[in-house]
């Protein structure tokens, strides 16, 4: 079964960075996205950025574009995906999750059947 591990969260003030990681392992499928996730309290969930696992292409919600920037490093069974978080606003904060979906041609809206366990970020003003 796949899974994955969030890590890297953590307090920052507003215009700082962070970089969060993600280890994914167990895939038995060979085309896949994992995609980072946020949900603030009181808030719904929200897709922050995806990248395919075929060619490493990436999709970044709007709120995002140009400030973060999600990348992978494949080992022989293990991906490690990052998610580069410059110029970081108070609404950045949230709790971040990793999740990996098959690829069934939907590209990052593929349904991700397999979560982390969420990262905190706190941005400060």
């Known amino acids: 079964e796949v899974q994955l591990q969030a890590s890297g969260g953590g307090l920052v003030q507003a215009g700082g960075s962070l970089r969060l990681s993600c280890t994914a392992s167990?895939?038995?499928?060979?085309?896949?996205?994992i995609g980072w996730f946020r949900q603030a309290p009181g808030k719904g969930r929200e897709g922050v950025s995806c990248?395919?696992?075929?060619?490493?292409?990436?999709?970044?919600a709007d709120s995002v574009k140009g400030r973060f920037t999600m990348s992978s490093d494949n080992a022989k069974n293990t991906v490690t995906v990052y998610l580069q978080m410059n110029s970081l606003k108070p609404e950045d904060t949230s709790a971040y999750y990793c999740?990996?979906?098959?690829?069934?041609?939907?590209?990052?809206?593929?349904?991700?059947?397999?979560w982390g366990q969420g990262t905190q970020v706190t941005v400060s003003s």
């Open positions: 990248i395919s696992s075929s060619d490493g292409s990436t999709v970044y």
């Open positions: 999740a990996a979906g098959r690829d069934y041609g939907l590209g990052c809206r593929t349904p991700y059947d397999y």
């Open positions: 167990g895939f038995t499928f060979d085309d896949y996205f």
